[in-house]
């Protein structure tokens, strides 16, 4: 499935970046990002997956009820390593209807969707984050390698790569 492999290849180059930090790195409140650290929008992006993980046993997706899980965005290795469960569950679902659960303030409501949907907004979700990862990694961190589309949506890579071949 494609949602699937393209989820796998962002969150293996998370993982490839995550790798190269060092705890102290990893969870230092960075003033471009207005005080938060790299850490907490990894956390954030792990954190979507799991709840859509958890919606996958319970029927309902529900992003606003995530755990916050703080060890993942001060411990590298924990966030590795739940990296490495999502990929394994997210391999194991097979494709199925859920309802999202929306929520703005004390109004709420469900709406039809499927894990593939789901998984293809958690994509988004997290290339926009691993954007502002890259652009932090880049102004504080700049001995740490950075995979050559790192946040980048992979319609972009293939205007970019149409520009190259062709102009």
């Known amino acids: 499935m494609l949602v699937v492999s393209l989820s796998e290849e962002l969150l293996y180059e998370l993982k490839r970046v995550v790798q190269q930090l060092n705890d102290l790195s990893y969870s230092k409140k960075l003033p471009l990002l207005s005080n938060n650290s790299i850490g907490q929008h990894v956390r954030h992006i792990l954190e979507f997956y799991e709840c859509l993980l958890k919606g996958t046993d319970t029927g309902v997706v529900d ?3 995530r755990e916050r899980k703080m060890i993942l965005e001060q411990n590298g290795q924990e966030a590795i390593t739940f990296i490495e469960y999502i990929n394994s ?10 309802l999202l659960s929306y929520q703005n303030g004390d109004r709420s409501q469900t709406i039809p969707t499927s894990f593939e949907r789901e998984l293809a907004y958690n994509i988004e979700h997290a290339l926009h984050h691993m954007a502002i990862i890259k652009i932090s990694v880049q102004s504080d961190f700049p001995s740490i390698e950075l995979p050559e589309h790192f946040g980048v949506a992979p319609s972009t890579v293939k205007y970019l790569r149409s520009v190259n071949v062709h102009g």
């Open 63 to 65: 992003y606003d009820s």
């Open 89 to 98: 569950k997210i391999n194991s679902v097979s494709a199925k209807d859920l």
